[in-house]
Each structure stands twice: as structure tokens, then as C-alpha cells.
């Protein structure tokens, strides 16, 4: 999938440095200069990441290295950059993904920090970890394990913790917490299973599964698990009903009276 989505990304540059001469210099050096997917990505996240100390040389070999030794790393990129064009309609290009969207930015940044974590240079990782929060605001322990078809939407106030899973093809919005419930030490952060969205401002708390396919409202604080192909919300969330869809994170319906069973009188306000 990468070599395609690679050959897209240079034909669309081309169309832009062709309507719009201004971003010429930003497309080449990002994308047509370049002669494959990693070697663009490590330059365009390394030049966001680097600081005065840590070049954005050194980054950029680093992402190298990761590509090498974390084999399927690549893979995981292309899957997130189709994952994003695919669910957000603001994204109507591969170019627009993988240069201005730094949800997606976040989650490469987390992919390198978690290569060096798993390599046990993990002052390293930290460093990736504390960088990405601020240039990106996104905050995620470099030993959480993360698959693919990933998607941060806006991105800003997400804060995921060391022992979390998420699992492949989910989609998060922004403010959303993957933490623990206090200072408790092993695993303490919460199981994401495949195809779930967790609206804008969810907080899910604790070692505890939210099952495939479920749905957790904006704003809702999840204290249990949450069984596969449910739809939860509110303060404690409860549930509410079932998506109309096995994939909510591919659907992203945030209206979360459209459902498959009737809802009570009560949560007919509450949305998302």
C-alpha cells in the first residue's frame, strides 16, 4: 500500500506547486524531493521535532533506523495516512495528511518513540515523548503499543499512558484520555480494541477493555469495561444502545441517538 500511496502523494505535490507557486520551495523539500514515503515523513516530523540541542539531522536518522528495526513501521504510516483521507472529510488529500495534520504527525512521533523504547533507549524516547507534547500536544508514554489505520482527529489535549493498548483502525478526537485511576504501578491504562471512536473530550479510565467496535460519547468518563459493539455515554458512562455500524471509527457518526435500539427519554440531549 505505501508505494501507492507514495506515488499519489508525489502527483498530487505536483498539482500543487503548480496551482499555487508560493508553497513550491515547502512541496519540494517536504515530498518531491524525496525518494520514497519514510525519507519524507522523517523530514517533514524531524524538522517539527528538533530543537536547539537535538538536530533535525540527528532525528531524521534516528526515524532511519526505526524503519529498519521496527520492520512494519512503514506500513503502519501508509495505513494511518489512508485512515485519516479516508474519515475526515476536511482531508481531501494524501499531501494534506501527511503535511499539515499533526494528529497524524503525533502518532508517527509516538511510532519512533516507541521503536527506542522497545531498543531500551528509553531517556531517548522520553525526549520524543516531551517533544511531541509540545510541539503537537499530544502526550503518549512511548511503551504504549499502538497498531495501525489510526486516526487523532484535531488532535490537541490527547493523553495516553504506558500500559495502554489501542488496537487497529481507531479513531480518537481530541481532549480524550487513555489513563490510569490514580498512582497505582502495572498495568493501569485502558484496552482500545479494533474499530472503536471515542468522541471529543472522553475520559476512559483504568486497565479496563472497551470492546470492538464500541462507541464512547463526547465528554462521557468511563469507569468499566465496555462490551463490543455498544454505544456509552455520560458521567459515569452507561450504555445506551449499539452502533449501526460494526467500524464506528470508520463511519465517525458522533450522533449517538443513531442507533439500533430505543433510547431512553432521558439521553435524547445528549449527543457526541
Known sequence: ?????????????????????LLASHVYSCILNHECLGSALSFIVANKLSDAVVSAFTIRELFDQAFVECDRMLTHVAHDIKAVKDRDPAADTYLTVILNLKG?????????????????????????????SEVFGVDIHPACK????????????IVIGETAVIEDNVSILQSVTLGGTGNEKGDRHPKIRAGVLIGAGAKVLGNIEVGEGARIGAGSVVLSAVPPHTTVVGVPAKIVGKPNCPCP???????????????????????L
Not at 500511496?5 to 498539482?15: F, H, M, N, P, Y
Not at 508517527?108 to 527506542?116: G, I, K, P, T, Y
Not at 458522533?254 to 445528549?270: G, I, K, R, Y
Open 146 to 157: 499502538v497498531g495501525h489505520g489510526i486516526m487523532f482527529d484535531h488532535a490537541t489535549g
Open 104 to 132: 497524524f504527525h503525533a502518532i508517527q512521533a509516538h511510532r519512533l518513540a516507541h521503536c527506542l523504547w522497545l531498543q531500551n533507549r528509553k531517556e531517548l524516547a522520553r525526549f520524543i515523548q516531551s517533544r511531541t
Open 249 to 271: 471509527a470508520q463511519s465517525m457518526n458522533q450522533n449517538f441517538l443513531d442507533v439500533d435500539e430505543p433510547q431512553n427519554e432521558s439521553h435524547t440531549s445528549a449527543m
Open 1 to 21: 500500500m505505501r508505494h501507492e500511496i507514495w506515488q499519489q502523494l508525489r502527483t498530487e505535490a505536483k498539482e500543487v506547486v503548480t496551482r499555487e507557486p
